[in-house]
Each structure stands twice: as structure tokens, then as C-alpha cells.
């Protein structure tokens, strides 16, 4: 499996970037898609993920009112839409898959479920 994010880019606070992540390969297994990010010198942290087959949204307090994740089935992408972009959201977004079956609605919070991960897309906020 591949994924692929693009979208990312210099943008000023208060505004939006929109971010996609396209995967391939074995896409029939996805369980659930989900969006992490890391600051330099932070360790890595949950935004956004959502459940592949009813589109159940999870997000992480300090973006909630302000990203929304979705995701198109047909062609396999999930997007993350970052409106009112603060300068504590710079860092690389990294999207992630899960590929196995689970039972805990903690597993789309946790890093260490995701399976696949694709490269980091940087976003820099200016204030």
C-alpha cells in the first residue's frame, strides 16, 4: 500500500490549506484513514481520522471546530480541510491508514495502529 499527500504550503494565519491523501495498492482492506503531525522538536500527534466504511469523524480538541476530514471511497483519497489556521499548526501532516479489523474507537487516536503511512506534507503558518 502507498499513500500519497500533497497540499501542503506556506500559508498566514486565520487561513486554510486543504490536504489530500490518495492510497494505492491494497485498498480494499482499509479500515479507517487518519492524519497525524509533527512539530519540530514535538513528538508526533493525532488531528483527524475517520472510519473508512461510515465515515465517523474523530479529532483532536485543538483543531475541532476548525479541520474537517472526509474522504472519497471511489478514489480512495481522504482529504483534511484546515480553516482559521493558527501558527501552533505548522508541522509536517503525515496521513495514515489502518488495515486490520478493530473494536476500539482508541485505536483511530493511536499512532502505533496505523499500518501504512505516507510521506509528510509541510504546512507552515505565518502570523
Known amino acids: 500500500v502507498q499513500l500519497q499527500a500533497f497540499g501542503g504550503g506556506l500559508v498566514q494565519a486565520g487561513g486554510s490549506v486543504r490536504l489530500s491523501c490518495a492510497a494505492s495498492g491494497r485498498t480494499y482492506s482499509v479500515y479507517a484513514m487518519g492524519w497525524f503531525r509533527r512539530a519540530p522538536g514535538e513528538e508526533r500527534q493525532f488531528v483527524a481520522a475517520i472510519s473508512w466504511g461510515g465515515g465517523t469523524t474523530y479529532y483532536a480538541d485543538s483543531v475541532k471546530g476548525r479541520f474537517t476530514i472526509s474522504r472519497d471511497k471511489a478514489k480512495n483519497t481522504v482529504y483534511l480541510e484546515m480553516n482559521s489556521l493558527k501558527p501552533e499548526d505548522t508541522a509536517a501532516y503525515y496521513c495514515?491508514?489502518?488495515?486490520?479489523?478493530?473494536?476500539?474507537?482508541?485505536?483511530?487516536?493511536?499512532?502505533?495502529?496505523?499500518?501504512?503511512w505516507g510521506q509528510g506534507t509541510e504546512v507552515t503558518v505565518s502570523s
Open positions: 495514515a491508514t489502518i488495515y486490520h479489523r478493530f473494536y476500539s474507537e482508541s485505536y483511530y487516536y493511536t499512532a502505533d495502529e496505523y499500518d501504512y
